[in-house]
């Protein structure tokens, strides 16, 4: 589950979380990031995934 505008897609091993909005939006951090195609702002249990961005955390 994400906001409106992201997309997540769960599979064993790795969560990947794809904002299509045009504006960062605040998430929860799904484990450690393994790849972003953005830098993404983790802080705690959040996350920051700027516009257009994916990523990809290893759980």
């Known amino acids: 589950d994400g906001?409106?505008?992201v997309l997540?897609?769960?599979r064993p091993g790795f969560?990947?979380?794809v904002n299509t909005t045009g504006?960062?939006?605040r998430i929860a951090a799904?484990?450690?990031v393994?790849?972003?195609s953005s830098p993404v702002t983790v802080d705690g249990a959040e996350a920051v995934l700027p516009a257009d961005t994916t990523v990809w955390?290893?759980?």
């Open 23 to 25: 504006a960062p939006v």
């Open 15 to 17: 969560v990947c979380t």
């Open 57 to 59: 955390w290893t759980v």
């Open 30 to 32: 799904r484990g450690r």
């Open 8 to 10: 997540v897609l769960a």
């Open 34 to 36: 393994l790849l972003a």
């Open 3 to 5: 906001p409106e505008g």
